[in-house]
């Protein structure tokens, strides 16, 4: 089964930059879409970046486009989000999950997260 394991969250003052990191393990990632999420408790949870299996494919939330990307490195099971200029209000815990080739398909599989806090 695909594992999903989030790293490099952590604190950042606003308008630093942090990278994450979506390690996968079991399977390979080359027939999966990506997506990164972020929650806040009592609010929903909202997708904030999608990468599709290919790679040809990448969609952004209205409220981070221009400042996170996405990418991945196959060969390294590895999918990335560099955040740049980050604002307080960017504060989550931030879940890698997959879906099979495309960004509109069910997100079968999670990963536990990691934490992102942006403050001064």
């Known amino acids: 089964q695909l594992q999903l394991v989030e790293s490099g969250g952590g604190l950042v003052q606003p308008g630093g930059s942090l990278r994450l990191s979506c390690a996968a393990s079991?399977?390979?990632?080359?027939?999966?879409?990506i997506g990164w999420f972020r929650q806040v408790p009592g609010k929903e949870r909202e997708r904030v970046a999608c990468?599709?299996?290919?790679?040809?494919?990448?969609n952004y939330a209205d409220s981070v486009k221009g400042r996170f990307t996405i990418s991945r490195d196959n060969a390294k099971r590895s999918v990335y989000l560099k955040m740049n200029s980050l604002k307080p209000d960017d504060t989550a815990v931030y879940y890698c999950?997959?879906?099979?080739?495309?960004?509109?398909?069910?997100?079968?599989?999670w990963g536990k997260g990691t934490l992102v806090t942006v403050s001064s």
């Open positions: 079991g399977f390979t990632l080359d027939p999966y879409a």
């Open positions: 999950a997959a879906a099979f080739y495309y960004c509109t398909g069910t997100m079968n599989y």
């Open positions: 990468i599709s299996s290919s790679g040809g494919s990448t």
